[in-house]
C-alpha cells in the first residue's frame, strides 16, 4: 500500500439518499450477508468492517489504510450484488473518519430514521454489530466507536426529548390506554369496524399485552377474518352496544354514516362497570360516537383527530430536538474519533493483511 | 433545652422533605422521571429525623406528642409519610413521593413557622394511660392516611382533567393511571375507617380525665369525622359516589378533618389548662 494512513470509512445508502425500488437491490439478505463479510475483509488493506443492512438502509462500515479504502470496498460489494457503481456514487453517500463516527451514532440515536427518534433501529445496529462480530470483522477500532455509538443512543433517549412521544396513532392510543388502565395485559377490548387505523391499533394494544379482543363488524367474515388475523373472537353485531359494558377499550372504525353510540348507552354501560373506566377510540370519518359521550364521567373519548394532533405535536417535539441533539452528538463523535486516533495501532504492528 | 432541640429535629426533617419535593419537582418540571430510589433515600432520612423529634418530644413531655397543634400536624404528616414509605415501594405509584413530599413539607413548614401553634402542653398529659394514648395516635395516624387518600385523589383529579382535556404532556404522562388511582384510594378509604374505627373503640374503652364538655366535643368532631368517611365508603361500595366526585369528597372531608382538630385541640385547653408552675418549669429546662 502506498498510504498507510488509518481510515474509517462508511459507504451506503438509505431511505434520504435513494428510492425504494433502488434500494430493493441493495439487500442482502441469509446467508449472503456472511459471503459478503467474507469477501470483503479478505481484501487487501481492510482490517475491520461490519455492514448495517436495515429496510431503510445498507451501510458499511471499513477500517483500514490507504485513500482507496472506500474505492476498494465500494468496487467490492459492486460486484458482489452486481450494482452499477455509478448509481451507488448517484444514490449513496460516503462519509470519512469523524464524520463516519457521527452518523453511526446519529442512526444509532434514530435522528436518522424515518420516524425521528425511534428505537427499533438502535436493536438493528446492536444486531448487525453482534453478527460482524460473530463473522470475527470487527476489531478494537469499529468495537469501541459502535460502543460509544450504543452509549450514544441511549444518552439521547433518556437525556433528551427526542424518543419521547408516540408518533403514530396506534401508539398514541396505546400511551392513553396505559394512562387509564396502566397494565393492559387484563383489559379486554372491542373492536368494532374493520379500518385500516383501526385495525393498527388493535395491534398495537396487542403488542402491549392484551390478550382479550372482540371483533364485530356488519359483515360477519370481514370480522372473523380480523379476528382470525390478531388472536381475537368474532362477536354478532347485532345488538353490540349491549355488551360495552364488558370492554374496558372499544375501538370504532366503521363506514357507518350515523353514531353507533350515544350517550345514553354509554352512561348505560358505565353504570355496569363498577368503577372501572371505558376508553372509546373512535375512528371513523364519519364519527361513530356521539361527541357528547365524552361528557360522561370515567368515559374516555378520543377521535381519530385528537389522536392526530397528539401524533402531530409528539413529531414536531421530536424534530425541534433535532438540532441540539445532532450538536451533542457531534462533539461526542469528535471526542471519541480524538481517542482513537491515540489507540489505533501503528501501521507497522497492526496485524492488516497486506 | 429539650423543645428547642426536638425542634431542631423537625426542622431538619422538614428540610428534607422540602429538598426531596424540590428536587423531584425539577425532575418533573423538566418532564423526567425521578429516581425512585433517590427521592426515597431523602424521604426516609426526613422520617428518620421527624421520627427522632417526636420520640424527643414524646420522651421530654412524658406523654404521646399530640398535645397542641403543631404536634397533631407534625405526628400526621408522619402518618402519611410513613404509609408513603411502606406503600410506595410495594405499589410502585410514579410520582406518589413528589406529592407526599409537597405534602410533608408545606404542613411541616407551616406548623413550624407558626409558633405559637407549638404552645407547652402538660407534662403526662392524657393521665399517662395508654388506651387513651393509643386512642389518640391510631385517631391521629388515620388522619394520615386521610392525608394520603387526599394524595392520590388529588393525583386522580390531575390524571383524569388530563385524559378528559386532552392533555398529554409535562406530568400528566407520568402520573399513575385513572384505574391505579381509584383502586388505591378505594384501599386508603377502607384502611383509614378501620383504622378510626378501632381508635374510636378504644376511646370508648377509656376515660380520658378531661372535662364533660371538651370529651363531648371531641367525641362529637370524631365521630362526625369517623361516619362521614364511613359514608363516604358505603357509598363508594354501592357506586353511588365514583369517579371525580369521589375524589373531590375525599379531599373535602380531609380538610374537614383537618379543621376539625383545632376545635378539639380548644375545647380540650380550656377545660384543662396548663398549670403556670409546669409551664414555668418547662421553660427552665
Known amino acids: 500500500m502506498s498510504d498507510r494512513r488509518k481510515a ?49 438502509r445498507l451501510e458499511i462500515y471499513g477500517v483500514g489504510f490507504g485513500d482507496r479504502l472506500s474505492r476498494l470496498i465500494a468496487g467490492a460489494f459492486c460486484r458482489f450484488q452486481n450494482v452499477d457503481p455509478e448509481s451507488l456514487e448517484r444514490f449513496g453517500y460516503r462519509k470519512m473518519g ?76 396505546v400511551d392513553l390506554a396505559a394512562r387509564i388502565f396502566g397494565d393492559l395485559r387484563r383489559s379486554r377490548v372491542l373492536v368494532v369496524g374493520s379500518g385500516e387505523v383501526g385495525r393498527k391499533t388493535v395491534k398495537a394494544l396487542v403488542s402491549r399485552g392484551v390478550k382479550v379482543i372482540s371483533v364485530t363488524n356488519r359483515t360477519a367474515a370481514a370480522a372473523k377474518q380480523l379476528a382470525d388475523e390478531i388472536g381475537g373472537v368474532a362477536i354478532p353485531y347485532d345488538g353490540w352496544q349491549g ?112 | 433545652m429539650i423543645t428547642a432541640d426536638s425542634r431542631s429535629l423537625f426542622w431538619g426533617g422538614c428540610i428534607l422533605y422540602t429538598v426531596g419535593f424540590i428536587y423531584a419537582l425539577a425532575e418533573v418540571i423538566r ?27 414524646g420522651y421530654s413531655m412524658n406523654r404521646c406528642p399530640l398535645g397542641n397543634p403543631f404536634e397533631f400536624l407534625q405526628f400526621m404528616t ?39 401553634w407549638d404552645r407547652l402542653g402538660p407534662r403526662g398529659f392524657m393521665g399517662g394511660d395508654p388506651l387513651v394514648q393509643t386512642h389518640a395516635s391510631t385517631a391521629l395516624f388515620s388522619y394520615g392516611v386521610f392525608g394520603l387518600l387526599a394524595l392520590t385523589s388529588a393525583m386522580y383529579l390531575i390524571q383524569n382533567f388530563g385524559l378528559k382535556r386532552k392533555r398529554h404532556r409535562g406530568m400528566f404522562p407520568m402520573l399513575p393511571s385513572v384505574l391505579q388511582l381509584d383502586q388505591m384510594s378505594g384501599r386508603l378509604l377502607l384502611a383509614g375507617v378501620s383504622v378510626l374505627s378501632f381508635s374510636l373503640l378504644i376511646g370508648a374503652l377509656t376515660n380520658s380525665g378531661s372535662s364533660d364538655m371538651a370529651k363531648l366535643i371531641k ?40 379543621g376539625s382538630l383545632w376545635p ?22
Open chain 1, 243 to 354: 355488551s360495552l359494558s364488558e370492554f374496558d377499550i372499544a375501538i370504532c372504525s366503521t363506514a357507518a354514516p350515523q353514531t353507533l353510540l350515544d350517550r345514553e348507552t354509554v352512561a348505560g354501560a358505565i353504570r355496569m362497570r363498577l368503577r372501572r373506566p371505558l376508553f372509546l377510540i373512535d375512528l371513523a370519518v364519519p364519527r361513530d360516537i356521539d361527541a357528547e359521550v365524552a361528557e360522561v364521567p370515567n368515559v374516555f373519548l378520543y377521535g381519530l383527530d385528537d389522536l392526530a394532533a397528539i401524533v402531530e405535536e409528539n413529531r414536531c417535539a421530536r424534530e425541534s430536538e433535532l438540532v441540539r441533539c445532532r450538536k451533542v452528538l457531534q462533539d461526542r463523535a469528535a471526542a471519541v474519533w480524538r481517542r482513537l486516533d491515540l489507540i489505533i495501532p501503528c501501521p507497522d504492528n497492526s496485524g492488516l493483511k497486506g
Open chain 1, 8 to 56: 474509517l470509512v462508511l459507504l451506503g445508502s438509505s431511505h434520504r439518499t435513494a428510492p425504494l425500488e433502488w434500494r430493493e437491490g441493495l439487500a442482502v439478505e441469509g446467508p449472503r450477508l456472511a459471503v459478503l463479510y467474507r469477501e470483503l475483509h479478505a481484501l487487501d488493506g481492510v482490517a475491520e468492517c461490519l455492514v448495517l443492512n436495515t429496510c431503510n
Open chain 2, 31 to 57: 418532564s423526567r422521571r425521578y429516581p425512585r430510589s433517590v427521592l426515597l433515600s431523602i424521604l426516609g432520612a426526613g422520617f428518620v429525623m421527624q421520627t427522632a423529634a417526636l420520640y424527643w418530644r
Open chain 1, 98 to 173: 469523524e464524520q463516519a463516527v457521527a452518523h453511526i451514532f446519529a442512526v444509532s440515536a434514530g435522528l436518522d430514521s424515518q420516524m425521528i427518534g425511534e428505537t427499533e433501529i438502535l436493536g438493528q445496529v446492536k444486531d448487525s454489530y453482534r453478527f460482524a462480530v460473530d463473522q470475527k470483522t470487527v476489531g478494537r477500532f469499529l468495537h469501541r466507536v459502535f460502543q460509544k455509538g450504543f452509549q450514544a443512543a441511549k444518552w439521547a433517549r433518556s437525556s433528551t426529548a427526542i424518543g419521547r412521544g408516540q408518533v403514530s396513532i396506534g401508539n398514541v392510543a
Open chain 2, 78 to 116: 408522619w402518618s402519611t409519610m410513613l404509609l408513603y414509605l411502606v406503600v410506595g415501594p410495594a405499589f410502585r405509584m410514579s410520582l406518589l413521593g413528589f406529592f407526599t413530599s409537597g405534602l410533608a413539607a408545606g404542613v411541616g413548614l407551616v406548623s413550624l413557622l407558626v409558633v405559637s
Open chain 2, 264 to 285: 378539639v385541640d380548644r375545647s380540650r385547653l380550656a377545660a384543662a389548662p396548663v398549670p403556670s408552675a409546669e409551664l414555668d418549669e418547662e421553660s427552665n429546662e
Open chain 2, 219 to 258: 367525641l362529637g368532631l370524631t365521630t362526625a369525622v369517623w361516619a362521614a368517611y364511613f359514608l363516604l365508603l358505603l357509598l363508594r361500595w354501592v357506586n353511588r359516589l365514583v369517579s371525580t366526585r369521589f375524589a373531590w369528597t375525599s379531599i373535602l372531608l380531609f380538610l374537614i378533618a383537618l
